[in-house]
């Protein structure tokens, strides 16, 4: 049986809006919620400021840790673009999954159907993830 995650419809809107605002470049962020199921986007600064990779921006991942951990909510996800390409995780992307539990999206702006995907990222190997929208 897939895995699935289960995600609030206003947080995969505003994942596709945020990176559609951040064209030409890759938007990134972390993603939370209680019970397996996401209810809060924090949208975070790509610190490389690149148009092919990301990397959360340290202040901004500890600031959205702590906001969970204060809220008593779970850091279940992380969320990237790829502005220019198809939405499947890149060797990079897989090779900096550094949270095995989190399920970690991906966005194409230009996407005409299945524009935010997920996948499970572990020890190299890629497995997507259904998304039940909630």
């Not at 995650?5 to 990134?28: F, I, K, N, Q, W």
């Not at 969970?68 to 502005?83: N, V």
């Not at 550094?98 to 399920?103: E, I």
């Not at 499970?120 to 259904?130: A, M, Q, S, Y």
Request: proline share 5%.
């Amino acid at each position: 049986m897939a895995r699935r995650v289960g995600v609030r419809e206003a947080v995969l809107a505003r994942m596709l809006e945020h990176a559609r605002s951040a064209c030409p470049l890759e938007c990134c962020g972390l993603l939370g919620g209680e019970n397996g199921v996401i209810s809060e986007i924090l949208p975070a600064t790509n610190a490389l400021g690149s148009e092919r990779e990301y990397s959360i921006a340290p202040a901004d991942l500890v600031v959205a840790l702590r906001s969970f951990r204060e809220r008593g909510l779970a850091h279940l996800g992380i969320y990237h673009s790829h502005p220019r390409g198809e939405n499947t995780p890149s060797r990079q992307d897989i090779e900096m999954a550094y949270y095995p539990s989190c399920a970690y999206f991906i966005v194409s702006p230009r996407a005409s159907s299945r524009a935010v995907r997920a996948f499970e990222l572990h020890d190299g190997r890629v497995t997507e993830i259904d998304i039940e929208v909630i």
